[in-house]
């Protein structure tokens, strides 16, 4: 069945057939002749020096391989941003679940038993398990002062706001950790060979970040670290970094046994030793005026980066800039700043620290609302960024964005006004509250700042034998669409049918880089890469004479394969190019934070039932301009698995904690939303298009986790009259609230 | 180490073809799919029947693999997604979940199809709520569940089940 | 996967006397194994410590429901499938039949045995207090013979059953008298599916004139075991529905359960949540004509 070629209709997806046939091959699936399993033992206290490792009785250690610290050819570190992360540990632990030593065996069966019977004697050091503790401290756990990284953001006066407002506003927000929980838990097979070097097949998001981590830990060259993505079951953010540090354990077990050697986590072990979603907690103080206009403010935004740096100050980064909201301020100050905990290292997670200040920002409108005697409708629309204002960091809005349009247009689809009124009249009636609730938020596209300009992506279209092209790129296809929508760009660019398109495995060796798949940029930004190399592949061809500037498909193929009989395959590449438009200063945080911000109004209907104090959302309208919609189908799964996220992060995914570790490390205890918990999500878009992407395409990937936690915390409080600023909000803690006189602020 | 327990031959039909394997009798037949047999279609999310990754169909009833020991599928029926990926009959539901977005990563996919092919064969025209309740005990982290259901809504409406 | 096959062995005699046999022959030895939807958990998770086990999988005496004039037998092997399937239990024994249906999806109800769900004897079961309500019997068998123990006799403590070493579930048995009784269920669990519930209760109310001739109201993950509210029957008992009764009622229950907190929930809200559903339950009895649940 042929499938539409162009932009704008829902090609299938390229990869499609081996999923519903289970014929894909992810790592698990996958087996390399004489390879044997790894297993990693690891802390079970939260802080301490390590005294002494005893392999216990009863294993045949001489069937083992067992690599520490000691056997790291190169730097024992995960190269990221700091570089303080240990592959190993080496004399002292950090954090529950810290590396410690690793064990390969030809019999998978034989590993957890041996990673049992090894024992550690340690002489502990005190452990700083939460924000409060890290700042108090009494105790330092990294660097001088606990804190990993700041960021100060000012715009205007905000010292002089105090006297004219008539209102100061103040709220105090809390966001928990959330476990990305791919449904493919993490794993790697490693190969090493004296003169090739190391080679890591695995599940991930990013190709060169791993191989950036292999060559410091082994003191190789580019050339003698290869890395293939197999296809990769979720991410979300979770294999943004992680991977990096289970390749190199596999790679350090097959360096040491010469063989190939294969690492699956199991959910206990991804959970509790992974990365999740860095908890914050965000202050607010606003000075607003008589009719509701923010006149301006200070936030205070703080995020727990767990034991180690890590991507610490980039999600910071991200939160910091969001942290005001879609709206416009005259003066703010920003403060914000990760601090280092006892825990396994926080890290990236779909939306990447603006869940987090847009969940406090969201909540604390509806606050603003309650002080002034404005609804949350009305408080908004006083507020909303116009085109030509200026944002937190004084980046002018270009976009002819009219939030007040967008606005309207989901109260209307959500039915916000009957809702409301029937709701206040069935609410007198009966244990079931009804609530709606409301969020606007926004989402910066690409690297922040200079990120992309950094990043220097590099993009290549080849022609083949047989006519058609292929796409190389080192983004990855983690269920997004990857694969899909980059064919599309192709395939539109050159006017070929979206058949004739394919798209390389990312392997190292073959791909140039275009840089990691996160920050909602693939689409855009190297899909606007790929637009240019196709470009160049066309021209390369019309420059030789063998096609002329209009042409057909069969014209395509035919001057394709001609050129490739004639020359080889041959690649055109092009690398990325900054905007001239584009000014960020790195040191005052201040200017063109994103090329772009896609723009959203999530409203949520929720019923309360205090007979058991749980909630249920009824009804979900997600309405956003997203540039152009490159593939319909594709673009509205996004959406919706990012508000089902996003309704977990709000309501059910609770991660427990005791002395730093996750306890909870299950999926029967930790809780994601199934089929039976979501309402019908309806999504919406709006078109404006974006000059900085490809056919106008903004970055979908992540704005769809920002609105849902702070919508429905908005309904709860429409239903109950009781302000929740804390999630995950449990039906306990609903219980806990409703059940005292005072408003409390549970965690 | 402990005695090891001798593994025994287990006969099982798979896919319709007659299958023997060797191994031992507490091993999941999850395990025994994959590394004995090579239907690496069939994938493990959580070891805990609670993901639904690793269903299958024994004896035409939907069980997460995970939880059968191997020596309590002797002499049953096995089907797995690469029974249903040659199966004609199934046409309409792999052409729906492409159509529709079903599939994102496709790490829950083989374990979801399964599911909605044993919801369409106790209920042929599902409504949304069995749709709902027939895949409740697959877990998937990519689509919200919407064009996983749409997709078999379809699928029921262009007559795929048997 | 924590656990290592090869350490592992499941004996599959292939019919219930055999395993019986079998079971007297290694009292405490074997750990029968049915649907594995228990035991398959803990041994993926490296936490099983039988290393032997029997077979009771789908054997044909155990896997089957009798019904009688008098009463049902509900064979322990029978799945919450058979149990949603079944006709008599779906129309006499709508507590059980919902129960079945909501512990977790299709694939956990496929294999997921009643006798097994008593056995395992977590106070969280979702069978369980439907059995109490209904005042369910158990035949229990062994090489000794078989005996008939009340339900509500069975858990002892916190995971201690009075089910001897070399001991079977072999049935469950229902009396079919429920037809008048009004039931009500409810299990609040974690998420809407596949969930371990927080509170789960199962309750059955007989009016005559506007009395409770007979209220039988159970609840499992409250207590160490699932329990009955004897107290709060005998506050319902003989009683008119009124408003007095029924927070009278609701604060007996409160004090009654035992909750604690863990790691799925709290006591408080717990006791508040049962004081709830027994609400719920007394409403329900007001208003007959909306049925059961």
Same mark, same amino acid.
């Given at each position: 069945?042929?499938?539409?070629?162009?932009?704008?209709?829902?090609?299938?997806?390229?990869?499609?057939?081996?999923?519903?046939?289970?014929?894909?091959?992810?790592?698990?699936?996958?087996?390399?002749?004489?390879?044997?399993?790894?297993?990693?033992?690891?802390?079970?206290?939260?802080?301490?020096?390590?005294?002494?490792?005893?392999?216990?009785?009863?294993?045949?250690?001489?069937?083992?391989?067992?690599?520490?610290?000691?056997?790291?050819?190169?730097?024992?570190?995960?190269?990221?941003?700091?570089?303080?992360?240990?592959?190993?540990?080496?004399?002292?632990?950090?954090?529950?679940?810290?590396?410690?030593?690793?064990?390969?065996?030809?019999?998978?069966?034989?590993?957890?038993?041996?990673?049992?019977?090894?024992?550690?004697?340690?002489?502990?050091?005190?452990?700083?398990?939460?924000?409060?503790?890290?700042?108090?401290?009494?105790?330092?756990?990294?660097?001088?002062?606990?804190?990993?990284?700041?960021?100060?953001?000012?715009?205007?006066?905000?010292?002089?706001?105090?006297?004219?407002?008539?209102?100061?506003?103040?709220?105090?927000?809390?966001?928990?950790?959330?476990?990305?929980?791919?449904?493919?838990?993490?794993?790697?097979?490693?190969?090493?060979?004296?003169?090739?070097?190391?080679?890591?097949?695995?599940?991930?998001?990013?190709?060169?970040?791993?191989?950036?981590?292999?060559?410091?830990?082994?003191?190789?060259?580019?050339?003698?670290?290869?890395?293939?993505?197999?296809?990769?079951?979720?991410?979300?953010?979770?294999?943004?970094?992680?991977?990096?540090?289970?390749?190199?354990?596999?790679?350090?077990?097959?360096?040491?046994?010469?063989?190939?050697?294969?690492?699956?986590?199991?959910?206990?072990?991804?959970?509790?030793?992974?990365?999740?979603?860095?908890?914050?907690?965000?202050?607010?103080?606003?000075?607003?005026?008589?009719?509701?206009?923010?006149?301006?403010?200070?936030?205070?935004?703080?995020?727990?980066?767990?034991?180690?740096?890590?991507?610490?100050?980039?999600?910071?980064?991200?939160?910091?800039?969001?942290?005001?909201?879609?709206?416009?301020?005259?003066?703010?100050?920003?403060?914000?700043?990760?601090?280092?905990?006892?825990?396994?290292?926080?890290?990236?997670?779909?939306?990447?620290?603006?869940?987090?200040?847009?969940?406090?920002?969201?909540?604390?409108?509806?606050?603003?609302?309650?002080?002034?005697?404005?609804?949350?409708?009305?408080?908004?629309?006083?507020?909303?960024?116009?085109?030509?204002?200026?944002?937190?960091?004084?980046?002018?809005?270009?976009?002819?964005?009219?939030?007040?349009?967008?606005?309207?247009?989901?109260?209307?689809?959500?039915?916000?006004?009957?809702?409301?009124?029937?709701?206040?009249?069935?609410?007198?009636?009966?244990?079931?509250?009804?609530?709606?609730?409301?969020?606007?938020?926004?989402?910066?596209?690409?690297?922040?700042?200079?990120?992309?300009?950094?990043?220097?992506?590099?993009?290549?279209?080849?022609?083949?034998?047989?006519?058609?092209?292929?796409?190389?790129?080192?983004?990855?296809?983690?269920?997004?669409?990857?694969?899909?929508?980059?064919?599309?760009?192709?395939?539109?660019?050159?006017?070929?049918?979206?058949?004739?398109?394919?798209?390389?495995?990312?392997?190292?060796?073959?791909?140039?880089?275009?840089?990691?798949?996160?920050?909602?940029?693939?689409?855009?930004?190297?899909?606007?890469?790929?637009?240019?190399?196709?470009?160049?592949?066309?021209?390369?061809?019309?420059?030789?004479?063998?096609?002329?500037?209009?042409?057909?498909?069969?014209?395509?193929?035919?001057?394709?394969?001609?050129?490739?009989?004639?020359?080889?395959?041959?690649?055109?590449?092009?690398?990325?190019?900054?905007?001239?438009?584009?000014f960020w200063d790195d040191e005052h945080y201040r200017g063109e934070a994103y090329a772009t911000f896609a723009w959203a109004v999530y409203v949520a209907e929720v019923t309360v039932d205090l007979t058991t104090y749980g909630v249920t959302v009824d009804d979900f309208v997600a309405l956003q301009e997203v540039g152009k919609v490159l593939n319909p189908v594709l673009a509205r799964g996004q959406i919706t698995g990012g508000v089902a996220q996003g309704i977990g992060f709000a309501l059910y995914e609770r991660v427990e904690w005791r002395d730093g570790r996750m306890q909870n490390s299950q999926m029967t205890n930790y809780i994601m939303p199934t089929s039976a918990d979501l309402p019908?999500?309806?999504?919406?878009?709006?078109?404006?298009?974006?000059?900085?992407?490809?056919?106008?395409?903004?970055?979908?990937?992540?704005?769809?986790?920002?609105?849902?936690?702070?919508?429905?915390?908005?309904?709860?409080?429409?239903?109950?009259?009781?302000?929740?600023?804390?999630?995950?909000?449990?039906?306990?803690?609903?219980?806990?609230?409703?059940?005292?006189?005072?408003?409390?602020?549970?965690? | 180490?402990?005695?090891?327990?001798?593994?025994?031959?287990?006969?099982?039909?798979?896919?319709?073809?007659?299958?023997?394997?060797?191994?031992?009798?507490?091993?999941?037949? %999850?395990? /025994?799919?994959?590394?004995?047999?090579? !239907?690496?279609? =069939?994938?493990?999310?959580? *070891?805990?029947?609670? +993901? #639904?990754?690793?269903?299958?169909?024994?004896?035409?009833?939907?069980?997460?693999?995970?939880?059968?020991?191997?020596?309590?599928?002797?002499?049953?029926?096995?089907?797995?997604?690469?029974? %249903?990926? /040659?199966?004609?009959?199934?046409?309409? !539901?792999?052409? =729906?979940?492409?159509?529709? *977005?079903?599939?994102? +990563? #496709?790490?829950?996919?083989?374990?979801?199809?399964?599911?909605?092919?044993?919801?369409?064969?106790?209920?042929?025209?599902?409504?949304?709520?069995?749709?709902?309740?027939?895949?409740?005990?697959?877990?998937?982290?990519?689509?919200?569940?919407?064009?996983?259901?749409?997709?078999?809504?379809?699928?029921?409406?262009?007559?795929?089940?048997? | 996967?924590?656990?290592?096959?090869?350490?592992?062995?499941?004996?599959?005699?292939?019919?219930?006397?055999?395993?019986?046999?079998?079971?007297?022959?290694?009292?405490?030895?074997?750990?029968?194994?049915?649907?594995?939807?228990?035991?398959?958990?803990?041994?993926?998770?490296?936490?099983?410590?039988?290393?032997?086990?029997?077979?009771?999988?789908?054997?044909?005496?155990?896997?089957?429901?009798?019904?009688?004039?008098?009463?049902?037998?509900?064979?322990?092997?029978?799945?919450?499938?058979?149990?949603?399937?079944?006709?008599?239990?779906?129309?006499?024994?709508?507590?059980?039949?919902?129960?079945?249906?909501?512990?977790?999806?299709?694939?956990?109800?496929?294999?997921?045995?009643?006798?097994?769900?008593?056995?395992?004897?977590?106070?969280?079961?979702?069978?369980?207090?439907?059995?109490?309500?209904?005042?369910?019997?158990?035949?229990?068998?062994?090489?000794?013979?078989?005996?008939?123990?009340?339900?509500?006799?069975?858990?002892?403590?916190?995971?201690?059953?009075?089910?001897?070493?070399?001991?079977?579930?072999?049935?469950?048995?229902?009396?079919?008298?429920?037809?008048?009784?009004?039931?009500?269920?409810?299990?609040?669990?974690?998420?809407?599916?596949?969930?371990?519930?927080?509170?789960?209760?199962?309750?059955?109310?007989?009016?005559?004139?506007?009395?409770?001739?007979?209220?039988?109201?159970?609840?499992?993950?409250?207590?160490?075991?699932?329990?009955?509210?004897?107290?709060?029957?005998?506050?319902?008992?003989?009683?008119?529905?009124?408003?007095?009764?029924?927070?009278?009622?609701?604060?007996?229950?409160?004090?009654?359960?035992?909750?604690?907190?863990?790691?799925?929930?709290?006591?408080?809200?717990?006791?508040?949540?049962?004081?709830?559903?027994?609400?719920?339950?007394?409403?329900?009895?007001?208003?007959?004509?909306?049925?059961?649940?």
């Amino acid at each position: 069945m042929k499938s539409p070629a162009t932009i704008g209709l829902s090609a299938q997806r390229k990869e499609g057939l081996g999923k519903v046939t289970g014929q894909a091959r992810y790592v698990d699936d996958i087996t390399l002749p004489d390879m044997l399993h790894g297993a990693t033992v690891r802390s079970r206290i939260p802080r301490g020096k390590i005294k002494k490792i005893i392999f216990g009785r009863g294993i045949p250690w001489d069937e083992y391989v067992i690599v520490s610290a000691k056997d790291i050819p190169g730097k024992n570190y995960i190269a990221l941003i700091e570089n303080d992360q240990p592959c190993l540990a080496d004399g002292v632990v950090n954090h529950p679940e810290e590396a410690i030593l690793l064990l390969a065996h030809p019999d998978r069966h034989a590993l957890p038993k041996a990673v049992a019977a090894v024992s550690i004697e340690y002489d502990r050091l005190p452990p700083v398990f939460t924000i409060e503790e890290s700042e108090r401290q009494s105790e330092i756990i990294w660097g001088t002062d606990n804190v990993f990284k700041r960021f100060l953001v000012q715009k205007g006066d905000v010292d002089a706001v105090w006297e004219k407002a008539d209102h100061v506003v103040e709220g105090e927000y809390f966001t928990g950790a959330q476990e990305q929980l791919y449904i493919e838990t993490n794993g790697m097979i490693a190969a090493f060979d004296a003169k090739k070097g190391v080679t890591v097949w695995g599940s991930l998001q990013c190709p060169f970040y791993v191989h950036k981590a292999l060559m410091a830990l082994f003191n190789l060259p580019e050339d003698k670290i290869r890395v293939v993505q197999t296809e990769t079951g979720g991410g979300f953010g979770g294999k943004e970094e992680y991977p990096s540090m289970i390749a190199a354990h596999a790679a350090l077990l097959a360096m040491k046994s010469g063989q190939p050697v294969k690492i699956i986590y199991d959910r206990l072990e991804d959970m509790a030793a992974t990365t999740k979603r860095h908890p914050s907690r965000t202050r607010h103080r606003t000075a607003v005026s008589k009719d509701g206009k923010i006149l301006g403010g200070e936030i205070d935004f703080t995020i727990d980066g767990g034991a180690y740096e890590t991507l610490s100050p980039v999600v910071l980064s991200r939160g910091t800039i969001h942290a005001g909201g879609p709206y416009y301020w005259p003066s703010v100050r920003i403060r914000g700043k990760a601090v280092a905990t006892t825990a396994p290292p926080h890290g990236a997670f779909r939306g990447f620290g603006a869940p987090q200040s847009l969940f406090a920002m969201e909540r604390h409108m509806d606050r603003i609302a309650q002080v002034v005697g404005v609804t949350p409708v009305e408080i908004r629309r006083r507020n909303f960024l116009k085109q030509g204002q200026t944002t937190t960091t004084e980046q002018i809005v270009r976009d002819p964005i009219d939030l007040e349009k967008l606005f309207g247009r989901a109260l209307e689809l959500a039915d916000y006004d009957a809702k409301k009124k029937r709701f206040a009249y069935e609410n007198e009636r009966g244990p079931k509250k009804k609530g709606m609730g409301l969020a606007a938020f926004l989402h910066g596209a690409g690297f922040t700042g200079s990120g992309e300009r950094y990043l220097s992506s590099v993009v290549g279209v080849e022609g083949r034998a047989d006519g058609g092209v292929r796409v190389v790129v080192s983004s990855t296809e983690i269920g997004q669409g990857t694969n899909t929508v980059l064919c599309q760009i192709a395939a539109e660019t050159l006017c070929l049918p979206y058949e004739d398109v394919e798209i390389a495995q990312p392997d190292t060796m073959d791909v140039p880089n275009s840089g990691p798949t996160v920050a909602s940029r693939t689409a855009m930004v190297v899909g606007k890469l790929v637009e240019s190399a196709a470009r160049g592949l066309e021209q390369t061809l019309v420059g030789c004479g063998m096609l002329a500037e209009r042409h057909t498909a069969e014209e395509f193929r035919a001057a394709c394969r001609n050129y490739v009989a004639a020359r080889g395959t041959f690649r055109s590449l092009a690398r990325y190019e900054p905007p001239s438009d584009v000014f960020w200063d790195d040191e005052h945080y201040r200017g063109e934070a994103y090329a772009t911000f896609a723009w959203a109004v999530y409203v949520a209907e929720v019923t309360v039932d205090l007979t058991t104090y749980g909630v249920t959302v009824d009804d979900f309208v997600a309405l956003q301009e997203v540039g152009k919609v490159l593939n319909p189908v594709l673009a509205r799964g996004q959406i919706t698995g990012g508000v089902a996220q996003g309704i977990g992060f709000a309501l059910y995914e609770r991660v427990e904690w005791r002395d730093g570790r996750m306890q909870n490390s299950q999926m029967t205890n930790y809780i994601m939303p199934t089929s039976a918990d979501l309402p019908p999500i309806r999504v919406f878009f709006e078109e404006l298009g974006n000059a900085h992407g490809a056919y106008g395409a903004k970055g979908i990937g992540e704005l769809p986790m920002d609105g849902p936690a702070p919508a429905v915390v908005n309904a709860i409080e429409d239903a109950l009259g009781v302000a929740f600023d804390s999630i995950p909000l449990l039906p306990e803690n609903i219980f806990d609230a409703v059940t005292v006189d005072a408003q409390p602020q549970s965690r | 180490m402990s005695d090891s327990v001798s593994q025994c031959e287990f006969s099982l039909r798979v896919n319709g073809v007659q299958t023997f394997v060797r191994a031992c009798s507490m091993e999941r037949l %999850l395990d /025994v799919l994959r590394e004995k047999l090579g !239907l690496t279609g =069939t994938k493990e999310g959580c *070891g805990e029947g609670e +993901c #639904g990754a690793c269903a299958v169909l024994m004896d035409g009833e939907l069980v997460d693999s995970c939880l059968v020991p191997v020596v309590q599928a002797a002499g049953s029926s096995i089907v797995t997604i690469e029974g %249903l990926a /040659v199966d004609s009959r199934f046409r309409a !539901l792999r052409e =729906t979940f492409l159509e529709y *977005g079903g599939a994102q +990563c #496709g790490i829950c996919t083989p374990g979801m199809m399964l599911a909605a092919v044993n919801l369409l064969d106790k209920k042929p025209a599902p409504t949304m709520d069995d749709i709902r309740e027939g895949l409740s005990g697959n877990l998937c982290r990519c689509t919200g569940y919407a064009q996983i259901l749409e997709a078999v809504a379809e699928a029921a409406r262009r007559g795929a089940a048997r | 996967m924590r656990s290592d096959p090869a350490d592992y062995e499941i004996v599959a005699p292939g019919n219930l006397q055999d395993v019986v046999m079998l079971m007297g022959d290694n009292p405490g030895a074997l750990l029968p194994i049915a649907g594995g939807t228990d035991v398959m958990v803990q041994y993926a998770a490296g936490t099983l410590r039988a290393r032997k086990l029997v077979n009771i999988w789908n054997l044909p005496d155990l896997r089957r429901v009798e019904v009688l004039a008098a009463e049902i037998q509900i064979g322990a092997g029978s799945t919450y499938t058979d149990l949603r399937e079944h006709a008599v239990v779906k129309s006499e024994f709508p507590l059980l039949s919902r129960a079945a249906s909501w512990i977790g999806g299709i694939s956990n109800q496929n294999r997921g045995t009643l006798g097994g769900n008593i056995a395992n004897a977590s106070p969280a079961g979702d069978s369980l207090p439907a059995l109490l309500a209904y005042g369910a019997e158990l035949i229990l068998v062994s090489v000794r013979g078989e005996r008939r123990v009340a339900y509500r006799d069975f858990h002892k403590d916190y995971k201690k059953m009075d089910l001897a070493a070399d001991e079977l579930i072999r049935a469950i048995c229902l009396a079919r008298e429920f037809k008048p009784y009004i039931s009500y269920t409810r299990k609040v669990g974690t998420r809407n599916a596949q969930a371990i519930s927080k509170v789960c209760m199962a309750a059955l109310g007989r009016m005559e004139h506007g009395v409770i001739a007979d209220a039988r109201i159970a609840v499992g993950s409250v207590a160490p075991v699932p329990l009955r509210l004897m107290e709060t029957e005998r506050v319902l008992n003989g009683k008119r529905l009124e408003s007095s009764i029924a927070l009278l009622a609701r604060k007996t229950a409160a004090e009654e359960i035992r909750p604690i907190d863990d790691i799925r929930s709290t006591a408080r809200y717990r006791s508040a949540v049962v004081g709830n559903l027994v609400a719920e339950f007394l409403e329900r009895l007001g208003a007959p004509a909306a049925g059961h649940e």
